[in-house]
């Protein structure tokens, strides 16, 4: 990052010309990210004209303060108070109380672990006999690649059944969602190349919210019955359950495959987990925070805010790293190591504040149902071959991780 | 108190014949919870005495809580000693807050207030108001100079009728309510014969129209103990002991034990734990009544004890 004179009105504000959302950057932004963290609390986008924030302290503080800080004006680069937003914005990501209140209350009620707890024996059966399918195969000694074979085929295997969708067309949950994360970022060819098919995709999506397209006992039947009680309208609740196939695939994915690349680089920290399964759960933790699979949101000033020196003008978009928050030395011992010895509770990987991640329990429970799965019957697990980024606009996210196990 | 947060008194106002509103502060001018429209709080008052009471105050302030205060003769002496005994400067324990009365989506709302039970509406007239819904509110009270928040109300017009006993009679809810109309809803708050007699004139309307909060502020018959409980935690076979002033959370990891938590305060629900034996005292925000008595799961950042033990499945 260089850093120059600022050319804008924020006199005194470091500014930046770098390029988050160029492939520099989404191939490896760490340098970038620690780069944002030194240059100060807010520091200004000259290629976008945006702010961004690093630190820990701004950015958990601007995640609580939705009065400050704005989600209805969009969570992306394009600014809805005048630009057209590419579907209905979301009643949970892009909308500010009060508009939000019912919506999150519905959904998060769906949602909680007490809620969840009908579905941990199915996933630990689905995740044993996905693992033990993958392992069957020959010897010993067993090589796959962890997207696909793990970090996609788990969540698409249970996720889906939860919500209730039909078994056809499923194959079109990643790209959707791969679409979607793109378009929060500017109008770059990621966006370009999935444009194409986006029509045929948000189709098939908007057809599996239907009320008559889903199962009787999944969350989406739940969020319909929400709407027959009063508790939000009929109008909403298509839009409630677009939330759940929108936002709960792609990041469960990523968030896994980060956690299976975490352990494959980190042999001491499997052997832990190995010596106490129970780790699982803030085990994955730590790989959010630590690989940040959702990497940035913005947000909106809904005023003239000031943060640290800077005063961010009325209507101006922030561009928030989770990613860098969650690796600020500031707020973190030797940020840069995965360790399950520490307490990740407190990371911004789920986000912060009343739109904090809705379904960060139903990942939870998924991750912790594949890595006890894994936990049982591989002794140690390594990389096997060259490792491929997937570059994304919003998602940290992994193409291929060829990995050898060993079982024991 | 568990993970109560103390607040301080910083202003007290009669807001009419025995009733004061109180703003609450945080001594270091810290963000409160985030609350919607029908929601409560607990103070913690006297010796472990907790009563509820509406949040009246403004949203989209993140920095004071209001609370409207009935003096209540036959109570326990909480509202007493609120009206008696707390000055400005004081500090309370606040738990919460929590919503079981939540404002529904609606075209249209008829509030229907009885006296104190006003203080849950004034938040939801204004967000109606807001959201530009089609609303009316009709608000019975023994005399005029009992009833509370009327300047505030003023500014509202003709949607809002006041109703004195003494100049006017009782509400005469048929009127008020009228024929049914889809999608109107009702929401009531007031004392329990109000709520009886709303429940009866509702009965012909399509299901869920009415949603009514009973405002009987609420004396936890048990509060939170002040003194030191055991917890032992069933998978790992350690067992701990929670003093008064450390959380049940601080005292798991204190035995090597991990948690996960993230906001600490009882609202995101990541530290929710199942509840093997025992009986919890629920202070977070996140189970409803039903769910509080089942007694099978605890958010351990801020719940407690009221048994000498837990069982926890940790």
């Known amino acids: 990052m260089t850093t120059t004179a600022?050319?804008?009105?924020?006199?005194?504000?470091?500014?930046?010309?770098?390029?988050?959302?160029?492939?520099?950057?989404?191939?490896?932004?760490?340098?970038?990210?620690?780069?944002?963290?030194?240059?100060?609390?807010?520091?200004?986008?000259?290629r976008y004209g945006v702010y961004a924030m690093g630190r820990y302290e701004q950015v958990h503080a601007a995640l609580r303060d939705w009065q400050g800080f704005q989600s209805g004006a969009g969570v992306g680069l394009s600014n809805f108070r005048t630009e057209q937003p590419w579907r209905p914005p979301s009643l949970l990501l892009e909308a500010d109380p009060p508009h939000h209140d019912a919506p999150r209350r519905v959904l998060s009620t769906i949602l909680v672990p007490r809620a969840l707890r009908g579905l941990r024996e199915r996933w630990t059966a689905a995740a044993v006999d996905l693992v033990d399918g993958l392992l069957a195969r020959r010897g010993d000694v067993v090589e796959f690649d962890a997207v696909p074979a793990l970090a996609e085929a788990f969540p698409l295997r249970v996720f889906p059944d939860a919500v209730g969708i039909p078994a056809g067309g499923r194959e079109n949950l990643l790209p959707y969602g791969e679409f979607l994360f793109n378009a929060f970022g500017p109008h770059n060819e990621l966006v370009a190349a999935g444009a194409p098919r986006?029509?045929?995709?948000?189709?098939?999506?908007?057809?599996?919210?239907?009320?008559?397209?889903?199962?009787?006992?999944?969350?989406?039947?739940?969020?319909?019955?929400?709407?027959?009680?009063?508790?939000?309208?009929?109008?909403?609740?298509?839009?409630?359950?677009?939330?759940?196939?929108?936002?709960?695939?792609?990041?469960t994915v990523h968030a896994l495959a980060a956690?299976?690349?975490?352990?494959?680089?980190?042999?001491?920290?499997?052997?832990?987990?190995?010596?106490?399964?129970?780790?699982?759960?803030?085990?994955?933790?730590?790989?959010?925070?630590?690989?940040?699979?959702?990497q940035?949101?913005?947000?909106?000033?809904?005023?003239?805010?000031?943060?640290?020196?800077?005063?961010?003008?009325?209507?101006?978009?922030?561009?928030?790293?989770?990613?860098?928050?969650?690796?600020?030395?500031?707020?973190?011992?030797?940020?840069?190591?995965?360790?399950?010895?520490?307490?990740?509770?407190?990371?911004?990987?789920?986000?912060?504040?009343?739109?904090?991640?809705?379904?960060?329990?139903?990942?939870?429970l998924e991750a912790e149902?594949?890595?006890?799965?894994?936990?049982?019957?591989?002794?140690?697990?390594?990389?096997a071959g060259p490792t491929r980024r997937h570059h994304n606009n919003t998602l940290r996210a992994w193409g291929s991780l060829p990995m050898r196990v060993r079982l024991g | 108190?568990?993970?109560?947060?103390?607040?301080?008194?910083?202003?007290?106002?009669?807001?009419?014949?025995?009733?004061?509103?109180?703003?609450?502060?945080?001594?270091?001018?810290?963000?409160?919870?985030?609350?919607?429209?029908?929601?409560?709080?607990?103070?913690?008052?006297?010796?472990?005495?907790?009563?509820?009471?509406?949040?009246?105050?403004?949203?989209?302030?993140?920095?004071?809580?209001?609370?409207?205060?009935?003096?209540?003769?036959?109570?326990?002496?909480?509202?007493?000693?609120?009206?008696?005994?707390?000055?400005?400067?004081?500090?309370?324990?606040?738990?919460?807050?929590?919503?079981?009365?939540?404002?529904?989506?609606?075209?249209?709302?008829?509030?229907?207030?009885?006296?104190?039970?006003?203080?849950?509406?004034?938040?939801?007239?204004?967000?109606?108001?807001?959201?530009?819904?089609?609303w009316t509110l009709v608000y019975g009270g023994r005399t005029r100079a009992s009833m509370a928040f009327l300047d505030e109300l003023a500014g509202y017009g003709d949607r809002v009728h006041v109703v004195p006993q003494d100049e006017r009679g009782l509400l005469d809810l048929p009127r008020w309510l009228g024929a049914p109309v889809p999608g109107t809803r009702v929401y009531c708050c007031g004392p329990g014969p109000l709520l009886d007699a709303v429940g009866v004139a509702c009965a012909t309307w399509p299901p869920h129209s009415l949603r009514t909060e009973r405002f009987v502020a609420r004396e936890q018959a048990a509060p939170?103990?002040?003194?030191?409980?055991?917890?032992?935690?069933?998978?790992?076979?350690?067992?701990?002991?929670?003093?008064?002033?450390?959380?049940?959370?601080?005292?798991?990891?204190?035995?090597?034990?991990?948690?996960?938590?993230?906001?600490?305060?009882?609202?995101?629900?990541?530290?929710?734990?199942?509840?093997?034996?025992?009986?919890?005292?629920?202070?977070?925000?996140?189970?409803?009544?039903?769910?509080?008595?089942?007694?099978?799961?605890?958010f351990v950042c801020v719940s407690r004890a009221r048994s000498d033990r837990l069982v926890l499945d940790l």
């Open chain 1, 296 to 364: 940035t949101f913005f947000r909106t000033a809904t005023t003239d805010v000031r943060v640290a020196d800077t005063v961010i003008p009325d209507g101006e978009k922030i561009l928030m790293f989770l990613a860098a928050a969650n690796r600020d030395p500031r707020r973190w011992t030797d940020p840069d190591r995965f360790d399950l010895s520490r307490d990740p509770s407190g990371h911004l990987g789920f986000g912060f504040g009343i739109h904090q991640c809705v379904g960060q329990h139903v990942a939870r």
């Open chain 1, 259 to 294: 956690a299976l690349h975490a352990f494959a680089t980190h042999p001491e920290q499997w052997r832990r987990l190995r010596a106490r399964p129970e780790l699982a759960r803030v085990a994955f933790d730590e790989a959010v925070r630590w690989a940040s699979p959702v």
């Open chain 1, 369 to 383: 149902c594949l890595l006890t799965a894994l936990a049982a019957r591989v002794e140690t697990i390594e990389v």
């Open chain 2, 224 to 298: 939170a103990r002040s003194t030191p409980f055991e917890v032992r935690l069933a998978r790992s076979g350690a067992t701990v002991t929670v003093a008064p002033d450390r959380t049940v959370l601080e005292a798991v990891r204190g035995a090597g034990v991990e948690v996960l938590s993230s906001c600490r305060q009882g609202t995101c629900g990541t530290c929710g734990t199942d509840v093997l034996e025992g009986l919890p005292d629920h202070r977070d925000s996140i189970l409803d009544d039903a769910e509080r008595e089942a007694n099978d799961c605890m």
């Open chain 1, 198 to 251: 986006l029509p045929e995709l948000a189709a098939w999506v908007n057809a599996q919210c239907a009320r008559e397209a889903l199962a009787p006992d999944g969350f989406g039947a739940r969020i319909w019955a929400a709407a027959d009680r009063g508790d939000i309208t009929p109008e909403q609740a298509p839009l409630i359950v677009r939330s759940l196939l929108s936002a709960g695939v792609d990041t």
């Open chain 1, 6 to 46: 600022p050319t804008s009105p924020p006199t005194g504000t470091p500014v930046s010309d770098a390029d988050p959302f160029g492939p520099e950057i989404l191939e490896d932004p760490l340098p970038f990210h620690a780069a944002l963290r030194e240059a100060g609390p807010v520091v200004h986008l000259s």
């Open chain 2, 1 to 134: 108190m568990g993970q109560t947060v103390r607040l301080r008194v910083t202003a007290k106002e009669r807001v009419a014949q025995d009733v004061v509103a109180l703003t609450l502060e945080h001594p270091d001018g810290a963000r409160l919870p985030d609350w919607t429209p029908g929601a409560h709080v607990d103070l913690v008052l006297l010796d472990g005495l907790t009563r509820q009471y509406s949040l009246c105050g403004d949203r989209f302030d993140p920095f004071t809580y209001r609370v409207g205060v009935l003096r209540e003769p036959g109570g326990r002496g909480g509202s007493a000693h609120v009206h008696d005994a707390l000055r400005v400067g004081d500090e309370v324990g606040v738990g919460g807050p929590r919503n079981n009365f939540p404002l529904v989506p609606s075209r249209r709302y008829l509030f229907l207030a009885g006296g104190i039970g006003i203080t849950p509406l004034l938040p939801m007239v204004h967000q109606a108001q807001l959201l530009g819904a089609d």
